[in-house]
C-alpha cells in the first residue's frame, strides 16, 4: 500500500514562530508514523476573504522565507497556494506540491503555469464544480506537462452559508487522479458570520472518518494550536494537541477499509 498523505499545517503564515511550532509537532508525527507522507500547508496570501478589512498575509516573499525556514528544520515537504500565473515559478523554487485553490480550479492559465514548474500540482475542486468535470482540469494540467495531480474534495455550495460532502465524488475524481479530502474546509460556513467565514470544527474528524473508509490518497487538514485566536479559518481549524490522535484514527481506518475496496459490489 502507498503511503498516505497529510497536508496540514495553519490555514494563513501568521508568523514565521507558529510556523515552526506547527512544524516541530508535524515532525513528531512523521516520525511516529512512517506510512504517512506529511506535507506541511500554510497560505502567504488569502486572496478571497469575505470582507476588505480580513487579515490577507505578510506577502509571497515573507511567506516563502518562512516556509523555508520549516523544510530546514524539519525535513518536511510543503505546499501553498498560488493565485496568479506569474507566481508559479517564484513558489515551485521552494515548495514540493503546487496548491490551485478552488475558486480558480478553472483558471486555464493559471494551471498550465503551475503545470509547466514540473511540480505536482493538488487541485482543490471548487465549490460550484460536479467531480466528473474535474476531468477536464486534470486534462489541462497534463496538456500543460504536470505528471503528478491530485484532487482536492472540499465540499459543494449550494449557498445559504453552507457546504455538503458527497461522498460518491472520492471515487469518481480517482479515475482522474489521486484525490485528498478536505476535512476543515468541508465544514466551512462560508461568509456564515457576516464579515467572515464560521465553521463546524466539530464534525471535520468524523468527516476525516468516512472519507478514509470510502477511500481517498490523503487528508488535508488545517491546524492551528489556538484556533480561535487564528487570523483566517479559526472555526473550522483543528487544534494541533488533536491532530496526532486524529492521525492515528485514521491510519486504523485505512487498515481496515483497505481489505474491502476493490471488491466490485453493484
Not at 93 to 105: M, N, R, S
Not at 119 to 147: H, I, S, Y
Not at 164 to 191: C, E, N, Y
Request: net charge negative; aromatic share 8%; proline share 5%.
Amino acid at each position: 500500500m502507498e503511503k498516505f498523505t497529510l497536508i496540514a499545517g495553519p490555514c494563513a503564515i501568521e508568523s514565521e514562530e507558529l510556523l515552526l511550532r506547527v512544524g516541530e509537532k508535524l515532525r513528531q508525527i512523521a516520525d511516529r508514523f512512517p506510512q504517512l507522507r506529511v506535507v506541511f500547508k500554510s497560505s502567504f496570501d488569502k486572496a478571497n476573504r469575505s470582507s476588505i478589512n480580513s487579515f490577507r498575509g505578510h506577502g509571497m516573499e515573507f511567506g516563502l522565507k518562512a516556509l523555508s525556514r520549516v523544510k530546514e528544520e524539519f525535513g518536511l515537504e510543503l505546499t501553498t497556494d498560488i493565485h496568479e500565473s506569474w507566481q508559479a515559478e517564484p513558489v515551485a523554487e521552494v515548495v514540493d506540491i503546487i496548491q490551485i485553490p478552488a475558486f480558480l480550479c478553472r483558471q486555464t492559465d493559471l494551471l498550465l503555469a503551475a503545470a509547466k514548474t514540473g511540480k505536482p500540482v493538488n487541485v482543490k475542486k471548487g465549490q460550484f464544480m460536479a467531480p466528473w468535470d474535474m476531468k477536464n482540469v486534470v486534462e489541462k494540467l497534463r496538456f500543460g506537462g504536470a505528471t503528478e495531480i491530485y484532487l482536492t474534495e472540499r465540499g459543494t455550495s449550494f449557498g445559504y452559508n453552507n457546504l455538503v460532502v458527497d461522498f460518491r465524488s472520492l471515487p469518481i475524481m480517482s479515475r482522474f487522479a489521486k484525490v485528498i479530502f478536505d476535512a476543515t474546509h468541508s465544514v466551512q460556513l462560508p461568509g456564515g458570520m457576516g464579515t467572515k467565514s464560521g465553521g463546524q470544527r466539530e464534525f471535520a474528524f468524523p468527516l476525516a472518518r468516512a472519507a478514509v473508509a470510502v477511500g481517498c490518497d490523503g487528508i488535508f487538514m488545517e491546524t492551528h494550536p489556538n484556533p480561535d485566536e487564528a487570523l483566517s479559518d479559526g472555526t473550522n481549524q483543528i487544534p494541533l494537541r488533536d491532530l496526532e490522535f486524529i492521525v492515528e484514527a485514521l491510519l486504523e481506518i485505512r487498515e481496515t477499509a483497505s481489505r474491502f475496496r476493490d471488491i466490485p459490489v453493484g
